[in-house]
């Protein structure tokens, strides 16, 4: 019998399951694991309750990369009493900035026009994204970027334009986060231009038992640039999530 935690993922900002591959991949079945959806709705409160539905009874981990992340401590809000363990990869407890909430304002303009230049305004967004969610040491990664294209292809503009108002109206989170007392694990790029590691620093002292993960040589898609280092994280933070939870069953 499987007795390790159920553990639900998140994805980020044009990202599908696909984000997760090397934590799945490492993982080889040896839990059960759902990966939710984050494009769908356009409020981060809708793509929490859809995800919570989606598992299995009981309690369980969950995990949220970028705007994953808003996502995975919105679950927290709404379930807090079945959460296990959070996993919070290159993200963030801060609300937008007006100025964030302008510029994602543009890009929703500028992708929502009519279908033919609203296709090619949505593939130069995607394509635009490149310079500032990469290390610079991986611009030249063909496979990684096509990888990057290719996901927000299949998330496609009306699912970016979701997730941008999604985003847009997320809550602040740093009053949350001191009453999620469970096992924690808070990565980041330590080059992330996106959410950078000041924000992650803030986020895992604001967490009871939090580890803190600065990943050398990696921007914000970290998981992906630095597979080996991110995926030992997490698999240290799992151990310490079943661990907690056999301790509260007596063993």
């Known amino acids: 019998m499987n007795h390790a935690t159920p553990l639900l993922l998140l994805p980020g900002l044009m990202n599908d399951a696909r984000i997760w591959s090397p934590l799945t991949t490492a993982l080889d079945g040896a839990r059960t694991v759902y990966i939710a959806p984050t494009h769908l709705h356009d409020s981060i409160a809708q793509s929490a309750r859809a995800a919570i539905a989606a598992m299995p009874a009981g309690a369980f981990a969950v995990a949220g990369f970028s705007l994953g992340g808003y996502v995975a401590q919105e679950v927290c809000r709404q379930a807090g009493d079945r959460i296990a363990g959070l996993g919070l990869l290159d993200t963030s407890a801060r609300a937008d900035t007006e100025e964030a909430k302008q510029v994602r ?22 394509q635009g994204f490149a310079a500032r969610i990469v290390h610079a040491s991986r611009l030249q990664d063909g496979e990684l970027l096509r990888l990057l294209f290719d996901m927000a292809a299949t998330v496609g503009h009306q699912g970016f334009v979701r997730q941008q108002r999604a985003v847009m109206d997320r809550a602040d989170t740093r009053d949350l986060l001191p009453r999620i007392d469970v096992p924690a694990v808070v990565v980041c790029g330590r080059d992330d231009q996106v959410t950078p590691f000041s924000l992650s620093q803030e986020m895992a002292a604001l967490l009871p038992d939090a580890e ?40």
């Open 212 to 251: 803190l993960v600065a990943v050398a040589e990696s921007g914000h898609m970290s998981i992906l640039e630095q597979s080996a280092p991110v995926v030992a994280a997490l698999l240290r933070w799992l151990q310490r999530v079943d661990a907690a939870a056999s301790a509260r069953q007596g063993g």
């Open 105 to 126: 304002n543009r890009m929703i303009q500028a992708v929502d026009g009519a279908e033919g230049a609203r296709n090619a305004t949505f593939g130069q967004v995607a």
